[in-house]
């Protein structure tokens, strides 16, 4: 027995599904997890003969896949959820989202807000996100208690808020942020203008500047619905993409999220520059916005990835339904049922937006020597048999519920669908609380 | 206590939302079930006056709502999902489906994937569907060995299968069908011939007189496809929905499934005649087949329910999806977010389904002398709070397991979570069994 090494951590399941390649299911194999990497993926047999742990986990119905990255989100935005539905954009804004915030928002707010989202993420098995929120340090704070992957948005918009009153402080207030994070293993950051028609050229100006100097990606909600890209044609005679490229942002740090109104030239514009596009179906259809035209991108070689968008327009946080969706979204827009698999789904729900933001070295795929950001799908129940191809079955038939285990950096933090660093009944009471306060702002 | 009125059971519940009156949610109220009915809706504290019961149920975080009915599928074919993914319908069909099923249906499939979809079903809170598939006599024994509610399709279609070997031969073999099943008291029939490109003139004509003779619906695939409209406009000179009005078949008593490809004197068409629309936006979707009108047919009067389809085209049967899918489809469809809001497609999937197949007297809202068909959504997992508005969690961020309770006529079938009428394990067996012997088809 002396043969045997010790690990921390060993997990034998049905099936793992690496990501990286993509064209491989590996059955009854074992995942070795090391110092919060991936040590080693080998047959369960060969795992037997060759490691051994004081922690070992039996699959046996399950598929390993890497965590799934959410690549936009509001997160705190989920005490909000289902405040006001059912109505367009701008009426759903100003009457009922702006007066709520600018009532609420505040250190408190976030930090429940986004620990209430955290936990739901970890139950549906997203295991990393793209933030964008006033308070941006609580929020970090929080994904670090609790220990989820994060890239934090240092959001800056022309619009005094709770956080900040002009611009220059939001930046300057995000830059402090960016140096304190920078330090702290799961996270990262990036500059998060709220968009072309709230933030100003010489703000946007100066973020590219930083953006080149601090090698820090940048993401902003753009083309996101065709009054926003008729509004900017009048105003300053230019689409929003081209009036990013001409103010110097428009590069391969750029993670432009929507896009559903673009022409060929945008396209060309992403494409040549190597933009990484956020997809948020569901918060789209929601709101009415727009079809991003997924296959299209894809087929000219634009990274495109998944984003739930904030809680307010989707409801939900779940990336396993946001994946569903976008594989049939992806179909009816490109008017083909070929067009984005399963297998296309699950890489955008994962390397896709490690790419995006920039840590794909680190995160997206299981591969020897990443980390182990790892989710454990159960797909035993009626709902999903029989199996005939397991990706299928994850991306057409999987909900929330089928998510078991999830790991971050090597650290388990859903264990049979507890949550392993999150206290659920507090976290209800605080819920409640903000219910109450919340509803009073319309009444 | 002598005062008290004995009765089978009592449900208290924190929300109760009959659908009919539909601008209604009742909190903290008691639903009384008498012998498979609904004797009475009223205060819980005020029913504690009133009734007594060996059967009271506790529901403090739940919301009641009418069984979820799914106006369209094809039970049996839950065997076969995710079987072929991702490919377009015609190849989809003819090198995958339709071997497959020329290969293995028969009695036995047919049992054993019909409990699998009951079982999912009944899951997934839905306790009334509409079927369409061979062997339609085993659907309705199962249906009624598991106690759910159903309106069995008679199938006819110009192909001879295991079934039968004439549109004559499934017609005769349906109408015995129909007076056997007459007595179930859970099951009505309807006639459904396939498609209008699959059952002749002559076969269509029959059913319009007897469907007249004898007051029963008629289901039919229609529109589903631009091809089919095109196709249909050369051969015949029709689109499928006039060929149906020459032939007899629109009226009241027709349920047209589909209907993507419509245009202003189609749904003129439907108006005037009272055809209900059966509205499948998953299966739309995942076969690319187009995007259903359903704001503009709503406005102009049409009633329009919602159905999953196979799972072989989905690839689920959960209700609580379709309804969230139809709420945010019909929203880009209609290019206004206040289209299809929660409230509206909670009433698709449940009063509006009711009067599609005839059974509105009998169930589709919480009313009292209406049958006891009632489900019970927990809305205090993390996911869905807080909650502003019962219907909007419900319809934006509830998923299957929400679902805790779901009675059929009075009859308990799931009970925190767990079938009541149906094997668990048995079934996964057999659902194993299919899978290698269905995988063998293509191999």
Same mark, same amino acid.
């Given at each position: 027995?002396?043969?045997? *090494? ?25 995942? %070795? ?30 598929? /390993? ?130 968009? #072309? ?14 953006? $080149?100097?601090? $090698? ?40 432009? +999220? ?5 022409? *060929? ?18 918060? $789209? ?9 997924? &296959? ?5 070689? %634009? ?8 809680? &307010? ?23 083909? &049922?070929?067009? /984005?698999?399963?297998?296309? +789904? ?10 995006? /933001? ?8 299981? *591969? ?5 950001? +790892? +989710? ?44 392993? #660093? ?22």
């Amino acid at each position: 027995m002396s043969s045997l *090494k010790t690990v921390d951590s060993i997990i034998h399941a049905r099936w793992l599904i690496p990501v990286e390649p993509n064209d491989v299911i590996y059955e009854n194999h074992a995942l %070795v997890m090391q110092q919060g990497k991936i040590l080693d993926i080998l047959p369960s047999a060969e795992c037997e003969q060759t490691y051994q742990s004081d922690d070992v986990c039996q699959l046996n119905t399950h598929a /390993l896949i890497p965590g799934l990255i959410n690549a936009h989100t509001h997160a705190a935005m989920n005490l909000l959820k289902g405040y006001a539905d059912d109505y367009q954009l701008m009426h759903w804004l100003e009457k009922y989202i702006w007066p709520a915030e600018q009532k609420w928002v505040s250190e408190e707010f976030v930090y429940d807000g986004s620990s209430l989202a955290f936990a739901e993420m970890i139950q549906s098995g997203t295991t990393c996100f793209a933030d964008m929120y006033f308070y941006p340090e609580i929020a970090a704070k929080v994904a670090k208690e609790i220990g989820l992957r994060a890239c934090i948005g240092l959001i800056v918009i022309d619009f005094p808020s709770a956080w900040a009153s002009s611009a220059e402080e939001y930046l300057d207030k995000g830059l402090a942020l960016h140096d304190q994070i920078n330090e702290w293993p799961l996270i990262s950051s990036m500059f998060a203008p709220h968009s #072309t028609y709230t933030v100003s050229d010489a703000a946007l100006k100066k973020i590219a500047t930083l953006s $080149n100097e601090l $090698n820090i990606p940048i993401q902003t909600h753009l083309h996101e619905t065709k009054l926003e890209v008729e509004d900017c044609l009048k105003l300053h005679k230019l689409r929003p993409l081209q009036r990013l490229e001409n103010l110097g942002l428009v590069s391969s740090s750029l993670i432009a +999220v929507h896009m559903t109104e673009i022409n *060929k030239d945008d396209i060309k514009t992403l494409a040549n520059n190597g933009v990484h596009v956020v997809h948020c179906p569901e918060s $789209n259809l929601k709101l009415a916005s727009g079809l991003c035209p997924v &296959a299209q991108l894809q087929d000219s070689n %634009v990274n495109v990835c998944i984003g739930t968008d904030g809680a &307010a327009s989707n409801n939900d946080l779940s990336m396993i339904g946001e994946m569903r969706t976008t594989a049939l979204i992806g179909k009816i827009v490109a008017q083909s &049922a070929e067009a /984005l698999t399963a297998r296309t +789904v699950l890489e955008m729900a994962t390397i896709n937006g490690a790419k995006a /933001l920039a840590i794909d070295k680190l995160t997206g795929s299981l *591969k020897i020597g990443k980390a182990a950001d +790892v +989710v454990a799908i159960n797909l035993d129940e009626l709902a999903n048999i029989p199996v005939y191809e397991p990706i299928s079955q994850l991306i057409y038939t999987c909900q929330n519920s089928n998510v078991t285990h999830v790991w971050v950096n090597g650290k388990i933090l859903l264990n049979n669908k507890q949550l392993c #660093t999150i206290n659920e009944s507090a976290l209800k009471l605080k819920a409640a609380d903000w219910q109450r306060k919340i509803s009073s702002t319309i009444n």
